[in-house]
């Protein structure tokens, strides 16, 4: 009986041990990400919204331009630097990190498409005050088509950057899903996990092998203002990864691409994966949506090839 309780109180001491270690390894990581400062606040941007405060930028005087980032654990607003500026000539742009992203509240709920529509439009309605443009990058192209049609009097033209493809939006959470999510979620050692992926060498790896058309012109300051994002808030940085790679931010959007009669105009990288196929799935549903692709970029084009990208924005908008 007494070895038994000695062997007991020695597990329980080594598992206090690592558990103490982790939590002092995950505080160190997260710390040492934002040494950089890339992330700029200025405490008077702030939205109060109902889930949690969300960070925005104002620029420029004319009709409003609403930019919104790709819905990634480490992008923000910052993904637009290289454009808002030129952008603010000759409209009001507004840049938002969305909940869950950069320099905004990350709470500990299931990131749903929903929760992102109801967040732009109350956007929209209480801050910009009347209907705007739209520019939406990646996977938050998403939650600009449900948003617009739930709620078109808010909107006017809008454009997407390689928006996610129909097929891999109608996947939804299965039972490994969701215990992807709860092992992710675990206090301490799921952040050790999420800390894991969102790692400086994963980081750098996503941007030479996803992003970018050329690997050689990757922009270190956008790697480092990613890498400070998807740490920035400590633990709570991991909830909106965990719900995306669960698929619970999925949702499909095939009937609201069709029911849309707004002005669409979809940018593609020459070199995103199955982009064709995917700007063709959105055609055939809506075959007044216009096409433009970038050549020599790949999924950031307003970042890879700033001037041609304006370019496009100058002509639509």
């Known amino acids: 009986m007494n070895r038994n309780k000695h062997k007991f109180l020695t597990f329980a001491a080594l598992m206090t041990g690592a558990t103490v270690t982790v939590h002092l390894i995950n505080r160190t ?6 040494l950089k400062q890339m992330l700029h606040i200025s ?49 009001t742009v507004y840049t938002v990190d969305l909940l869950g992203c950069g320099r905004s509240d990350k709470p500990s709920i299931t990131y749903t498409n929903f929760v992102y529509v109801q967040m732009i439009c109350d ?20 939650f600009v088509v449900m948003a617009c049609h739930n709620e078109k009097e808010l909107f006017n033209k809008i ?36 800390h894991m992926i969102v790692s400086r060498d994963n980081v750098s790896n996503l941007f030479i092998e996803k ?20 740490h920035k808030g400590g633990c709570y940085t991991k909830y909106l990864y965990s719900s995306l790679a669960s698929k619970y931010m999925n949702i499909n959007i095939n009937h609201a691409v069709k029911a849309l009669d707004n002005s669409i105009y979809i940018v593609e990288g020459e070199a ?46």
């Not at 390689?162 to 992807?180: A, E, G, I, V």
């Not at 992003?211 to 890498?227: G, K, L």
């Open 43 to 91: 405490d008077d941007n702030y939205f109060e919204w109902r889930f949690g405060n969300i960070y925005y930028t104002k620029k420029g005087t004319g009709s409003p331009i609403l930019l919104i980032h790709d819905a990634l654990p480490g992008a923000s607003g910052y993904e637009w630097s290289k454009i808002e500026d030129e952008l603010a000539v000759d409209h």
């Open 272 to 317: 995103e994966p199955n982009a064709k196929s995917i700007t063709d799935e959105y055609c055939s549903c809506n075959p007044a949506i216009e096409i433009s692709t970038l050549t020599g970029t790949k999924h950031l084009p307003h970042v890879e090839n700033p001037e041609n990208f304006l370019e496009q924005v100058k002509i639509f908008f």
């Open 159 to 194: 454009m997407l950057v390689n928006p996610p493809s129909f097929t891999q939006l109608r996947h939804m959470p299965t039972r490994k899903d969701h215990l992807l999510k709860l092992a992710l979620e675990v206090p301490i050692f799921g952040t050790l996990i999420y």
């Open 123 to 142: 956007f929209i309605r209480k801050i910009i005050g009347e209907k705007t443009d739209v520019i939406a990058s990646g996977f938050s192209s998403s």
């Open 211 to 230: 992003m970018y058309y050329n690997p050689f012109h990757v922009d270190s300051q956008m790697t480092d203002a990613y890498y400070e994002a998807a």
């Open 29 to 34: 990581v997260a710390a040492a990400a934002q």
